[in-house]
Structure formats: structure tokens, C-alpha cells
């Protein structure tokens, strides 16, 4: 009994672990962008009024995404596909007020190409792969 309770236990963390990999299900702050090719990074500024915070919610293949830029509210949609591939299908909001970082984030939400997760991390790659978003779990 006691083996088929561990087997249970380690099979559960397994697909728990790779669920948490090809998903981006949660709420997540927008903290840094990290120039790669450039070798650069700019955190988040300490004088705007409120954070980036998305929620995204997917079944692993599909999903939406709402929440609030610097200034505004915004929602989409995405599609995740094989090798960490993410495809923005639909953003938008208005725009009214936004400063620098709120429309470097539209922008390159637009332009999303690829992703990698861990269990507080989220990593968006934009602009064919050279760039990326930092996002931490709220």
C-alpha cells in the first residue's frame, strides 16, 4: 500500500512540474526587460503610479489574459504551442496616459514569440527571440 501511495505522490509532481512548464496560468508583474542581444536589462521604475499585472489563464494550448498596464486597463488572447512557442492572437485596452514602460509592454506583447516558466518566474521572449520580459508570480 505504502508503494502505491509514493508512486501516486511522485507521478503527481511529474505532471504538476510539466504542467507548470507549458503553461502561463497565473498573475504575474512585468519587473525587467532584458535586452539579449545588447546584454542590457531596465527593472521597473520607481516613480510610475501602479505596476504592470497580468493574469493569464490557459488550458496549455489557448488562453486569455487581463489585467492593468501603468494607467490602463487591457485583455487578449494567446495561443501556446509546441517548443515554448506563444503567438498573441488579440491584445487591447486603452492607452490613455501610459508612460514609456506601459507602451514598451504592449509592444512586446504584440510581438511574443516564445516563453519559459518556472514556479515564480515567467519569461516572455519578443522582437524574434532578442528581447525578453521578466515576470514574477503575484
Request: net charge positive; hydrophobic share 35%.
Amino acid at each position: 500500500m505504502n508503494k502505491v501511495v509514493i508512486v501516486f505522490f511522485v507521478m503527481t509532481s511529474i505532471i504538476c512540474d510539466k504542467y507548470n512548464g507549458t503553461t502561463l496560468t497565473g498573475n504575474w508583474k512585468l519587473i525587467r526587460y532584458h535586452s539579449l542581444t545588447m546584454g542590457t536589462q531596465e527593472s521597473e521604475p520607481s516613480n510610475i503610479p501602479r505596476s504592470i499585472v497580468i493574469e493569464f489563464l490557459d488550458d496549455g494550448h489557448t488562453g486569455k489574459m487581463k489585467g492593468h498596464t501603468v494607467t490602463n486597463t487591457v485583455e487578449g488572447e494567446y495561443e501556446l504551442s509546441e517548443g515554448n512557442k506563444m503567438k498573441t492572437l488579440s491584445f487591447g485596452g486603452t492607452k490613455i496616459g501610459e508612460p514609456i514602460w506601459g507602451h514598451r509592454f504592449w509592444n512586446a506583447i504584440y510581438s511574443a514569440t516564445s516563453y519559459e516558466r518556472n514556479t515564480n518566474k515567467l519569461f516572455i521572449f519578443f522582437n524574434g527571440g532578442g528581447e525578453k520580459m521578466e515576470f514574477k508570480k503575484q
